[in-house]
């Protein structure tokens, strides 16, 4: 199985700091970045892939602020991360608009990294495998062909906090990821990433864990160093 590692940059860097970043990356097709949507056009026709952090669900129109996967596709972006927790959380998508955006990105053609995971307190109550099934069931109604979606699954109390689930945990979670796939498209072995603190120091011991085909890598993504020790871990 050949891994994936993704970087997030989420709001990062100004221009001259990213023109320095650029400089430094190089990669594989199996590495995606991705940058604010102001500098993808610096992002694609690389040695590694481009991705966005979101895609709007219309191709074009009256949608002050929003980017379409019709656009992305244009410009050479051929991922879209959708449904990550900060648009969640604080922008108001829901498994509901995540649904309108992965269609319209299968539509245009993008490869979707799907974030899915639990909160804190959802986990304390011990509804983590509901509230993931519900995400994948919603997110991707009425989606038969499911060969360009990757899954990452993200639990929200990891990301930017240090804390991580157990490798058992984790490996006991992708496999029910992949266990519903598998009921829900025919046996489709579904590539799950996982996100949530990845950084050079634990990479070695999530990268061993055996489903785990990735990572999605947020802050230690800004670090070229950092970034480029993760990628030589999992892309060797
Ligand atoms: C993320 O936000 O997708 C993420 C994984 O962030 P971090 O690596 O900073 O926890």
């Known amino acids: 199985m050949e891994k994936i590692v993704a970087a ?56 002050t602020g929003e ?4 656009q992305l596709k244009s410009l050479g972006v051929n991922y879209t991360i959708l449904g990550h927790s900060e648009r969640r959380q604080l922008f ?13 990105a299968l539509k245009n053609n993008l490869n979707v990294i799907l974030c899915i995971g639990e909160t804190k307190e959802e986990r304390d109550n011990n509804e983590t495998k509901d509230v993931l099934k519900e995400q994948i069931e919603n997110c991707l109604k ?3 062909n499911v060969e360009k979606i990757i899954i990452a699954y993200e639990p929200i109390w990891s990301i ?16 029910y990821i992949k266990d519903i796939f598998n009921s829900l498209y025919n046996n489709h072995d579904v590539k799950v990433l996982y996100g949530g603190s990845v950084n050079e120091k634990n990479i070695d011991s999530i990268n061993s864990i055996e489903n785990v085909s990735g990572v999605l890598v947020g802050g230690a993504s800004l670090d070229i160093d950092k970034i480029n020790k993760i990628k030589g871990v999992v892309l060797k």
């Open 142 to 144: 009425n989606v038969s």
């Open 160 to 175: 930017g906090t240090g804390v991580i689930p157990t490798n058992d945990e984790i490996k006991e979670t992708i496999d």
């Open 67 to 70: 980017v379409s996967s019709l």
């Open 8 to 63: 997030n940059l989420k709001m990062n860097f100004t221009y001259d700091e990213v023109k320095e970043y650029v400089e430094k990356l190089d990669g594989s097709k199996n590495f995606i970045v991705c940058p604010p949507n102001i500098y993808l056009h610096m992002f694609v026709n690389k040695n590694y892939s481009c991705g966005s952090q979101d895609a709007y669900y219309e191709d074009k129109g009256a949608f």
């Open 92 to 104: 108001g998508d829901t498994n509901c608009t995540v649904n309108k955006k992965v269609i319209s």
